[in-house]
């Protein structure tokens, strides 16, 4: 199937008619701790092969701010945001305003949008669902609304891709923003409706401390890193700071399950347990070549009646190395897109073919499982412990 936008949109729309019509059983190919059948086969149709829309640089880690918890993601998310504003001129309180709007309408999260919405045609419904195809860390089905600020294509806000570019979405926002009259003067929470024109239009007044903390703590970095030597915003993308060819333990948790022979299969990985929406890093630098879908459905927990990994992440590492990230609760990197070690790839869930919150960590070698545990020791990772990096 095409990767491009255009042949996704095609699809997504046969899928939604298809959908429409009537419910179908979907073939069941076996447990997946058999690993048997090429990733390709088991792979969703709809696996993107678009790259990362946006440069960004490994940074941020998680903060609590006006006593709200942000996660390394929100606060990527933010800084990104607070450098946007800095670049174009605009003082703190810009961001400021950007930053409530984007707590109230996403959490600061880059939501995709699988176009499921009533309200849209089955053509809008297939250009929306075209977001999936792009980095993200959240899934929202209001309209034909995207990203942080939840800004819509069909309102003119720009394209999908263009709306699935965090630096773009900031822009885009902003340049509503000065457009709005005495938008400095006015309340926080009139200057933010003025650009949203939102059902809820009161509710940013709500977030006012929080992104005025949060703009005070993040002003100074945006300011001396705004725009990288060829004058373009870099958008920040979370992770962890790793030295250049080094590899790391992925994610914090405890090893719940070792890699072996389990009910007459192979149990292919090892499985590491944390709460809900753990980060997931990139053990070593790589190329994703598999970042999507692998069941028959992921928006929920799986189970052990579900067949495929759910939300799986893979990185080729050169050499024949490749490593497995699965049952994630969502993912933030994109097929073909080049990734460094400690770069963010997703979150710990339970999607696809598992009862129980964890990353499933499998290490391969020339397309052959070996065990996780033996072979990161021998390059100084040591995942019996606690935390990542």
């Known amino acids: 199937m095409s990767g491009t936008v255009e042949g996704l949109a095609k699809a997504y729309v046969k899928r939604w008619l298809w959908k429409a019509a009537a419910p179908v059983a979907v073939p069941v190919f076996g447990v997946l701790t058999l690993l048997l059948i090429p990733l ?8 993107s092969t678009a790259t990362a829309s946006s440069s960004c640089s490994i940074g941020g880690t998680g903060a609590t701010v006006a006593g709200t918890e942000l996660n390394a993601v929100q606060m990527g998310h933010a800084q990104t945001i607070v450098t946007v504003a800095s670049a174009q001129g ?15 309408e996403s959490r600061i999260r880059m939501l995709a949008n699988d176009g499921s919405s009533p309200e849209l045609t089955a053509e809008e419904a297939a250009v929306t669902a075209t977001s999936l195809t792009y980095p993200h860390d959240g899934l929202g089905s209001d309209h034909d609304s995207v990203n942080t600020f939840q800004q819509r294509w069909i309102a003119g806000w720009g394209s999908v891709a263009q709306l699935m570019d965090p630096v773009y979405a900031a822009e885009a926002f902003y340049r ?10 006015i309340p926080l929470t009139q200057a933010a409706q003025a650009v949203q024109v939102s059902a809820y239009g009161g509710a940013y007044a709500h977030w006012e401390p929080l992104a005025r903390e949060l703009t005070a703590m993040l002003w100074p970095a945006a300011q001396a890193t705004a725009a990288d030597p060829g004058g373009a915003v870099a958008g920040v993308c979370p992770g962890l700071p790793v030295a250049a060819g080094s590899w790391i333990r992925p994610t914090a948790g405890t090893v719940t399950s070792g890699y072996g022979p389990r009910g007459g299969a192979l149990h ?36 052990l009646s579900l067949a495929g990994y759910g939300n799986l992440v893979e990185l080729d590492h050169g050499g024949g190395v490749t490593t497995r990230y699965a049952h994630l609760s969502a993912y933030t990197a994109t097929a ?26 499998e290490v391969r070698l020339d397309g052959a499982s070996v065990d996780p545990v033996p072979w990161l020791a021998s390059r100084g990772v040591d995942l019996h412990a606690a935390s990542a990096g």
Not at 40 to 47: K, S, T
Not at 176 to 185: I, K, N, Q
Not at 336 to 361: C, I, K, M, W, Y
């Open 40 to 47: 390709a086969v088991l792979a969703a149709p709809e696996a």
């Open 268 to 303: 292919a990985g090892v499985d590491i347990a944390g709460p809900r929406d753990t980060p997931v890093y990139a053990a070593a630098d790589g190329t994703v070549v598999t970042a999507a879908c692998t069941s028959a459905y992921c928006d929920r927990d799986g189970s």
């Open 336 to 361: 073909g897109q080049r990734v460094s070690a400690g770069a963010l790839l997703g979150f710990q869930g339970s999607t696809g073919n598992s009862t129980g919150v964890h990353l499933h960590l």
């Open 90 to 104: 605009l003082d703190p309180y810009a961001a400021t305003v950007a930053l409530a709007t984007a707590y109230q």
């Open 176 to 185: 509503r923003l000065v457009a709005v009259p005495d938008w400095r003067a």
